[in-house]
């Protein structure tokens, strides 16, 4: 079994902030997948999905971002799904608006919720996706930035990294997560070049 976790905040006060591009991540999944994310277990909305060959948890921590290790370790214990069958997807100021990174294991840089995780889980095993939201324009705005909903005319840019999120997520439950982190780690110029020019 896999776990797809999405990190945000819970609550209509975040809900389009950049700071929830996990949990939206995570709707736009249930929504393609036909699914509802209704039921309330593991701190979390979830539901569980059948994927071919593999069954799906989606989960949306309903813990605030500081604490999502408590509801990623309730998956773990709880749920029976190894870390490492469990898909972290974030937010990171670090990268471009319109890229990601998929990564199979590793510290949590400055992201609070990954830090709580790896705190609560005792491991840094487990795969994650970030998701490029852009920077802010110095560490003062830093907070303000990511509880910032995204502008309209960044709206193009974050659907190609939410599409692009999809299609390495696929990757990883195919158990190819290498290739995944061969073909998304890299900088894709020619976009990062047009949500530049499209934000000044």
């Given at each position: 079994?896999?776990?797809?976790?999405?990190?945000?905040?819970?609550?209509?006060?975040?809900?389009?902030?950049?700071?929830?591009?996990?949990?939206?991540?995570?709707?736009?999944?249930?929504?393609?997948?036909?699914?509802?994310?209704?039921?309330?277990?593991?701190?979390s909305k979830t539901c569980v999905v059948e994927r071919g060959?593999?069954?799906?948890?989606?989960?949306?921590?309903?813990?605030?971002?500081?604490?999502?290790?408590?509801?990623?370790?309730?998956?773990?214990?709880?749920g029976g799904v190894r870390p490492e069958n469990v898909v972290?997807?974030y937010d990171d100021l670090d990268i471009p608006l319109g890229?990601?990174?998929?990564?199979?294991?590793?510290?949590?840089?400055?992201?609070?919720?990954?830090?709580?995780?790896?705190?609560?889980?005792?491991?840094?095993?487990?795969?994650?996706?970030?998701?490029?939201?852009?920077?802010?324009?110095?560490?003062?705005?830093?907070?303000?930035?990511?509880?910032?909903?995204?502008?309209?005319?960044?709206?193009?840019?974050?659907?190609?990294?939410?599409?692009?999120?999809?299609?390495?997520?696929?990757?990883?439950?195919?158990?190819?997560?290498?290739?995944?982190?061969?073909?998304?780690?890299?900088?894709?110029?020619?976009?990062?070049?047009?949500?530049?020019?499209?934000?000044?």
């Amino acid at each position: 079994m896999w776990a797809v976790v999405g990190l945000g905040n819970p609550g209509k006060h975040y809900s389009r902030t950049r700071h929830n591009v996990g949990f939206l991540f995570v709707r736009n999944l249930a929504k393609d997948w036909k699914v509802l994310l209704k039921k309330r277990s593991f701190r979390s909305k979830t539901c569980v999905v059948e994927r071919g060959k593999e069954r799906v948890l989606l989960a949306m921590p309903q813990t605030y971002m500081n604490q999502s290790g408590i509801a990623v370790k309730s998956i773990i214990k709880e749920g029976g799904v190894r870390p490492e069958n469990v898909v972290v997807v974030y937010d990171d100021l670090d990268i471009p608006l319109g890229e990601i990174r998929v990564r199979k294991e590793g510290g949590a840089g400055n992201h609070k919720g990954v830090a709580s995780i790896i705190e609560e889980i005792q491991t840094t095993q487990f795969p994650r996706i970030r998701i490029g939201i852009g920077s802010a324009d110095s560490a003062e705005d830093m907070v303000d930035f990511v509880l910032s909903t995204f502008h309209k005319e960044e709206g193009p840019f974050l659907e190609q990294s939410l599409k692009l999120a999809r299609e390495a997520l696929d990757l990883v439950i195919s158990g190819e997560t290498e290739k995944a982190m061969n073909m998304y780690n890299r900088k894709r110029r020619g976009r990062q070049a047009s949500s530049e020019s499209a934000l000044h």
